[in-house]
């Protein structure tokens, strides 16, 4: 009964999406999930390992030649200045419409990509804090278990 219950009060996604209720892992009693804090802090430290290559440095703002690396945010920001190499000419052509406008196409779109990198950064550093955040959570209510176990009390 506690299952059905639970089933029944999940509440529909922002987006329309549904999920089936057998869904693995949805409903952590029935499914026999467990959550250890240890692993999610592994996962959370492998993901802040990985961010400066990204990113482009730190998320404490410390800068290597090791993290502003091909592909990283600076990286793709720089390349606007190659854009710009080639963008420039085709501005100059005063007879040609057609180059003043895939001039500006590509400044535009190049601006926008640098935006839109930038905001990934921003947002997988959050989820790897987020993920962070739930493994002290998860490590929190272990040694909380861990004290009231010593302590003769049974989980209810």
Known sequence: MI??????????????????????????????????STELEKVANAFWEKLPEVYGSDP????????????????????????NTFAEPLERIQSWDGGRNFA?????????????YHEVNQKLALAFALIDA??????????????SKDMGWQET
């Open 3 to 36: 299952n059905h219950m639970r089933e029944a009060v999940m509440a529909p996604t922002d987006n329309g999406w549904h999920l089936e209720q057998s869904w693995p892992g949805l409903v952590a009693d029935r499914d026999g999930v467990e959550y250890s």
């Open 60 to 83: 404490t703002g410390q800068r290597s030649p090791r993290n502003a690396g091909q592909g990283s945010s600076p990286d793709v920001a720089q390349l606007g200045q190659l854009l």
């Open 104 to 116: 500006a196409t590509l400044k535009q779109s190049h601006q926008g990509l640098t935006q839109v």
């Open 134 to 147: 739930g493994a002290g959570n998860y490590k929190r209510a272990d040694a909380a278990i861990a004290v």
